[in-house]
């Protein structure tokens, strides 16, 4: 008996004795009138165990049983289910196995199957809040995060997301490479889907943003001094689409894409394994056709203020010719123009083209387009010019080498011996020689 029910039971036993009123025991027991009557009635047939909850110490009738949870220990085992945590791993129990159970029932089951770790949160840094806009497309957060999706089952992908700062509403896209082209190609779906919004709201990457070439032992100048850096190409398209494009000092400042790629390694990389990806259609498929209807379902809230703030696209935006990659050429006298070593003749002659500067837009599906002033200009590529051979001068004759025994013969000894030796004395010399005392033979 608990505490509380030892103070009921002083209560009533009061008004059975007649020593309060019932109206009095109610009010004091923050009861009805009627349930008073109640325990008093079970007071006289049962004694001091009236009080007590009837079904106390009876197995509740929603209990899982046995069987139960030893099917869910049994699936949540697999491989493929490495790693879920109660939460997920519920909502793929009724999706796949159409078994039904409470996220907190679940989570006890998977901590004393040792599935599932409690782990305390803890708080390393504390940094500002920042309100919401308040309008959906007044600022899309942009971002890439680079991550082994696949588990090692296919090669390394990147992914995209294109965040909405109100309503949290997500476009993302898996891409094999981080370039200037596949953010285009998925700038161009957004596009085409929502209509232009009046910020991107990004790192400061190569991608978005020109940095200074500055040498390794100079200071860098101030910001006050720098000559204006030209644009890069994603924030050239930007400028012609009337997008403004505004830099983030850290990562903590555009946190809510920063967070969903926390949320899409854990709930996207399980899915992905569960569904077998492989190859990077596989993937954006999977992303395409089920995690971001299930993100903008269930993870966007409501706006504060129900007016979309994205403009349409207008007959002045040429999507083909902003999202591109764009240089610019001087025509030559003959009214050619070089590109990656390559000429190109432009089949028009226009007032003022020849030495003026043109625009040469690569766009994303491999076409070329010239544009002078305002229009279009028509161009092929030209034959390759047959490179002009050099002529070589003739070889020199290379002289006879006579052949050299690799000994000296007889005479050649003899030769040099006598050669080498001594000089006899001279006749004179000899002559004065007095030969008698010389020992006769």
Not at 149 to 165: C, K, N, Q, V
Not at 209 to 237: F, H, M, N, V, Y
Not at 413 to 441: E, Y
Request: a positive charge.
């Amino acid at each position: 008996m608990t505490q509380r029910e030892r103070d009921r039971l002083v209560v009533l036993k009061k008004a059975l004795k007649k020593q309060i009123k019932q109206s009095q025991a109610a009010q004091e027991l923050e009861l009805s009138a009627r349930q008073v009557k109640r325990l008093l009635r079970g007071l006289r047939m049962e004694g001091d165990k009236a009080v007590i909850h009837h079904l106390r110490g009876r197995a509740s009738q929603r209990k899982i049983s046995v069987e139960r949870r030893e099917e869910i220990v049994r699936i949540l085992s697999r491989e493929v289910y490495r790693g879920f945590g109660p939460t997920l791993a519920s909502e793929y129990l009724a999706k796949k196995h159409q078994v039904k159970i409470g996220r907190e029932a679940l989570r006890q089951i998977m901590v004393r199957a040792g599935l599932w770790r409690v782990r305390q949160q803890t708080v390393t840094a504390v940094h500002p809040w920042r309100q919401r806009r308040s309008c959906r497309g007044e600022l899309v957060q942009w971002d890439t995060s680079v991550h082994d999706w696949l588990e090692g089952r296919g090669p390394t992908l990147y992914l995209i997301h294109m965040i909405d700062d109100a309503t949290s509403e997500l476009t993302a896209r898996f891409v094999e490479h981080d370039s200037t082209e596949e953010n285009m190609r998925l700038l161009w779906s957004y596009l085409e889907r929502h209509g232009r919004p009046v910020a991107f709201y990004t790192d400061k990457a190569s991608l978005f943003q020109t940095s200074p070439k500055i040498a390794r032992d100079a200071k860098a100048l101030p910001r006050e001094g720098r000559e204006p850096l030209p644009p890069t190409q994603i924030g050239r398209a930007l400028q012609e689409l009337g997008i403004v494009w505004i830099g983030a000092h850290s990562p903590q400042a555009k946190g809510r894409v920063e967070r969903s790629f926390g949320t899409a390694q854990d709930r996207l990389v399980k899915g992905l394994r569960v569904a077998g990806a492989k190859t990077l259609e596989e993937a954006n498929r999977y992303l395409q056709e089920e995690f971001l209807p299930w993100w903008n379902q269930h993870l966007t809230v409501a706006p504060e203020n129900p007016v979309d703030a994205h403009r349409p696209l207008g007959k002045e935006h040429d999507l083909r010719s902003a999202l591109c990659i764009v240089d610019t050429r001087q025509v030559g006298n003959d009214y050619t123009i070089q590109l990656d070593g390559k000429r190109y003749q432009i089949g028009v002659v226009r007032a003022g083209l020849r030495g003026a500067t043109v625009r040469v837009e690569r766009r994303l599906d491999g076409s070329l387009a010239v544009r002078f002033r305002e229009s279009y200009l028509p161009v092929a590529a030209c034959p390759p010019q047959p490179k002009a051979v050099k002529a070589t001068p003739a070889a020199k004759p290379k002289p006879v080498r006579r052949h050299r025994p690799s000994r000296p013969s007889e005479a050649a000894r003899v030769s040099m011996s006598n050669l080498l030796k001594r000089p006899s004395l001279p006749v004179w010399k000899a002559a004065r020689i007095d030969r008698t005392r010389c020992d006769q033979q």
